[in-house]
């Protein structure tokens, strides 16, 4: 069946430091990879999407990896704030023509002052 | 501003009471969805639509019922709710999927559902 893993535990890292972020899957082939933000009892919002056939996509000082061979995606926070402490889920999107987007579990990063 | 709403935020009920949770939103998306977060299980997804009268189940749709009959609107219906539906709801939506955007979904703010 088909499988998201996230790291279940809570990530803490300094601050200003990079905070790197797992997303591995088993048994999909997703067309889009998203990483999404929730914060405690708040909806998750959009940060930025990746299609399998890119390897890497920026945004400010998010940076996401996407490789599809070994199945699996990193989401960077580079100089990590304490405001970037939060859940992060990961999703994936097969595409088939309508809404089936699957999350994963999330990984809560706290950033540390 | 691009909004999902949902209502209520919170609410406390008995086993057996129907109750009923309202979505509505902005965008003129044709994709809605609904949700449901619980601990250590992530979002799961309960039922979602395609359009107006286009209704299929998700991976979680026992003991729901919905509804489109306006593009803007998806309630999510418990008719007979029970103490496992404790749970935190979130309504969703996206637009078509295209190649630029895939399905990027915007959610509610999420309604705290008690059932006792």
């Known amino acids: 069946s088909q499988k998201i893993e996230q790291n279940s535990e809570a990530l803490n890292i300094q601050e200003g430091k990079t905070a790197t972020l797992t997303c591995n899957y088993t048994?999909?082939?997703?067309?889009?990879l998203q990483w999404y933000r929730q914060d405690p009892g708040r909806g998750p919002v959009f940060l930025l999407l990746?299609?399998?056939?890119?390897k890497e996509k920026r945004k400010e000082r998010l940076k996401v990896t996407f490789d599809t061979t070994l199945k699996q995606s990193l989401f960077h926070i580079t100089a990590s704030q304490p405001a970037d402490s939060a859940t992060y889920l990961c999703?994936?999107?097969?595409?088939?023509?309508?809404?089936?987007?699957?999350f994963g579990i999330g990984t809560k990063l706290q950033v540390i002052p | 501003e691009a909004q999902v709403t949902q209502n209520p935020r919170y609410l406390i009920t008995v086993t057996g009471k129907k109750l009923t949770v309202t979505c509505s939103q902005n965008m003129n998306h044709e994709y809605m969805s609904w949700y449901r977060q619980d601990p250590g299980l992530g979002l799961r997804q309960i039922y979602y639509?395609?359009?107006?009268?286009?209704?299929d189940k998700g991976d979680v749709p026992e003991g729901y019922k919905v509804s489109r009959k306006e593009k803007r609107n998806f309630p999510l219906i418990l008719e007979s709710p029970s103490p496992n539906q404790t749970s935190l709801y979130f309504c969703?939506?996206?637009?078509?999927?295209?190649?630029?955007?895939?399905?990027?979904?915007?959610f509610g703010e999420g309604s705290w559902l008690t059932v006792v």
């Open positions: 999703a994936l999107d097969s595409s088939g023509g309508y809404q089936k987007v699957t």
């Open positions: 969703a939506s996206s637009a078509r999927v295209s190649p630029r955007t895939g399905n990027t979904i915007y």
């Open positions: 990746i299609r399998e056939n890119e």
């Open positions: 639509s395609m359009n107006v009268e286009v209704t």
């Open positions: 048994n999909y082939s997703p067309a889009y």
